[in-house]
């Protein structure tokens, strides 16, 4: 007998009544009989039905088709729909809908049953895999904890997911993508025989129920071979492709008595794993939980914070040597979290970019910084130039140089006093994309300026074929510059490449006066650093933007400055 649950919607009783009969007798569960559409949407919601028979033409003003829909879209309910008649208009909707299958009334038992069980077969297997998907995989997991009856040995549940697939889908294409899932799909299904349970949850994440093991050490052994299994070569198409796993386990019932705590643990340790750099295994473990809930609660703010004000832009001004005046600032962002406090950038920026968040955020950044640049300039503060980091995730965005040059017109900041700042390692990701903004900047009027200069590999060549206005030196070679020589050599090889390019030279991360005392003497054009000030909020560095802060040169042969 099937335990199935199927709902009718029949608009003619004694079809209906002839439907109820054949179900029945075929072992099916009825859970309900209705008459519209309207009814049908109720029906699905309350007594979530595992099939709904949905007649075509029902009266009123919901008809089956986008009763259907409903049903589909909201509650995932597989839908076979019932016609005696429909014209080709009807038919195409019917086709538009991707349905589970369609009965000619009338119909008889046999293709009514094979119909039903296609249906729930296609509704409970992954099309791409034919894998169990994760509806049959909680139905089947659920199954088997019930009956199991000793508490002597585990049973371990185990979440995969294939580290880096996104890198095959945009470099070798989804369909090269697609054979590899299908390829360890089907490594998974016959790799050993003490794997229970194959399915597929979604993209390219699956899950395995083992069999059950005496120990954790048990479970380990069948763990390392699934990584090893995953991890040989895949042919396809001609290319040859390598892949590693990141692999969750949970532990019944120690770590969940039912299908969905176990699940859910797993992907915990899944998450963990991930983030401990993939091709290894997590077990569940409650502080990795409590880390993840935080996590997850961090996300949560993270994606509310723009739109509750709660991002600051701070100024870390830049300054000119010869002169010692402001000529310039960095605008960075700070989180102010009104539980947490101030959230260290290190913290939330990474979070930002793999939740897809850095691009806006980045965006806000830039529109404040330019808004604030232009008022300060009305002010007559100074013809300052603000700089502005540029993420990879933005350069994502198609309508990157189209927004910025918006943003210039929209805040009425002149092209020249803005400066926009690419990491080497954005340059080298997608020298293409670099290039054809680079060339629509440079036409605007826009500096550019290459940050962390000295920390890729590939700088000099690549400062050849892009010419920037900045090099901005990184802080990693001006710290103890006056003590280690090789910091020393790079420093000054840096500055006369610069200068022999025609671009201004700015050193990060000035903290003492001997430091600033080397980059005088050896003709660096400005500076930043705790030197001189740390990065400020918009009040307190206009306050020091009208104090007239600087430095003054010292006639000695060091050159050294003072504060004045």
């Given at each position: 007998m099937s335990n199935n649950k199927i709902l009718i919607v029949e608009d003619e009783s004694i079809i209906a009544e002839d439907l109820f009969d054949s179900l029945t007798s075929l072992g099916y569960q009825v859970t309900a009989i209705v008459y519209s559409g309207e009814e049908a949407i109720i029906a699905a919601s309350e007594v979530r039905p595992d099939l709904v028979l949905m007649d075509v033409n029902l009266q009123g003003e919901i008809d089956g088709i986008t009763a259907a829909e409903k049903i589909r879209s909201r509650f995932q309910i597989p839908v076979i729909y019932l016609t005696a008649y429909a014209d080709e208009n009807t038919l195409r909707r019917v086709n538009s809908t991707k349905p589970f299958?369609?009965?000619?009334?009338?119909?008889?038992?046999?293709?009514?049953?094979?119909?039903?069980?296609?249906?729930?077969?296609?509704?409970?297997?992954?099309?791409?895999?034919?894998l169990p998907n994760r509806s049959l995989l909680r139905e089947k997991l659920s199954q088997l904890l019930n009956e199991q009856t000793e508490l002597s040995e585990f049973i371990p549940v185990v979440?995969?997911?294939l580290d880096r697939i996104n890198r095959i889908n945009s470099t070798l294409g989804h369909h090269i993508g697609d054979l590899v899932i299908c390829s360890i799909?089907?490594?998974?299904?016959?790799?050993?025989?003490?794997i229970n349970l194959v399915a597929r949850l979604e993209a390219a994440e699956f899950a395995l129920v083992l069999e059950p093991v005496k120990?954790?050490?048990?479970?380990?052994?069948?763990?390392?071979?699934?990584?090893?299994?995953?991890?040989?070569?895949?042919?396809?198409?001609?290319?040859?492709?390598?892949?590693?796993?990141?692999i969750g386990i949970s532990l019944y019932p120690g770590?969940?008595?039912?299908?969905?705590?176990?699940?859910?643990?797993?992907?915990?340790?899944?998450?963990?794993?991930?983030?401990?750099?993939?091709?290894?295994?997590?077990?569940?473990?409650?502080?990795?939980?409590?880390?993840?809930?935080?996590?997850?609660?961090?996300?949560?703010?993270?994606?509310?914070?723009?739109?509750?004000?709660?991002?600051?832009?701070?100024?870390?001004p830049k300054v000119e040597i010869k002169s010692g005046k402001i000529v310039g600032a960095e605008a960075l962002v700070r989180w102010n979290h009104p539980e947490m406090g101030r959230v260290s950038p290190g913290e939330f920026i990474p979070m930002a970019e793999e939740m897809g968040l850095i691009a806006p955020l980045g965006e806000w950044v830039l529109e404040t910084a330019c808004r604030q640049t232009q008022a300060w300039q009305a002010q007559g503060l100074g013809p300052l130039r603000v700089a502005v980091n540029v993420s990879a995730r933005q350069f994502d965005q198609k309508n990157l140089t189209q927004r910025v040059s918006e943003i210039l017109t929209e805040t009425g900041l002149d092209p020249k006093y803005l400066e926009l700042e690419l990491t080497e390692s954005l340059v080298l990701q997608d020298e293409t994309a670099v290039s054809q903004a680079f060339s629509v900047w440079k036409k605007m009027g826009i500096r550019v300026a290459i940050d962390d200069f000295g920390t890729g590999y590939a700088s000099l060549s690549y400062s050849k074929r892009f010419p920037f206005d900045v090099?901005?030196?990184?802080?990693?070679?001006?710290?103890?510059?006056?003590?280690?020589?090789?910091?020393a050599a790079i420093t000054i090889a840096i500055i006369q490449m610069g200068?022999?390019?025609?671009?201004?030279?700015?050193?990060?991360?000035?903290?003492?006066?001997?430091?600033?005392?080397?980059?005088?003497?050896?003709?660096?054009?400005?500076?930043?650093?705790?030197?001189?000030?740390?990065?400020?909020?918009?009040?307190?560095?206009?306050?020091l933007l009208k104090s007239g802060k600087r430095w003054e040169l010292w006639k000695t042969e060091e050159g050294k400055r003072k504060m004045q």
């Open positions: 299958g369609c009965i000619i009334k009338p119909f008889e038992e046999k293709n009514l049953h094979t119909t039903i069980q296609i249906a729930l077969h296609r509704h409970q297997y992954d099309c791409l895999t034919n979440t995969l997911s799909a089907q490594r998974l299904n016959n790799c050993t025989n003490k120990d954790k050490q048990d479970a380990v052994k069948i763990v390392h071979s699934i990584l090893e299994i995953v991890a040989q070569a895949i042919i396809v198409e001609s290319s040859e492709v390598y892949l590693t796993a990141s770590d969940g008595r039912d299908a969905e705590d176990l699940l859910k643990n797993a992907y915990t340790a899944m998450y963990y794993a991930q983030e401990k750099g993939g091709n290894n295994y997590q077990f569940h473990a409650r502080n990795i939980a409590t880390n993840s809930i935080n996590k997850l609660a961090q996300e949560i703010s993270l994606r509310n914070a723009l739109k509750r004000s709660e991002f600051e832009v701070y100024y870390e090099l901005k030196i990184d802080k990693s070679f001006i710290r103890n510059i006056t003590e280690d020589r090789q910091n200068h022999s390019m025609n671009m201004t030279v700015v050193a990060e991360g000035v903290e003492d006066e001997q430091e600033l005392a080397f980059l005088c003497t050896h003709d660096c054009d400005e500076i930043q650093g705790y030197f001189f000030s740390k990065a400020l909020p918009q009040d307190e560095f206009e306050a």
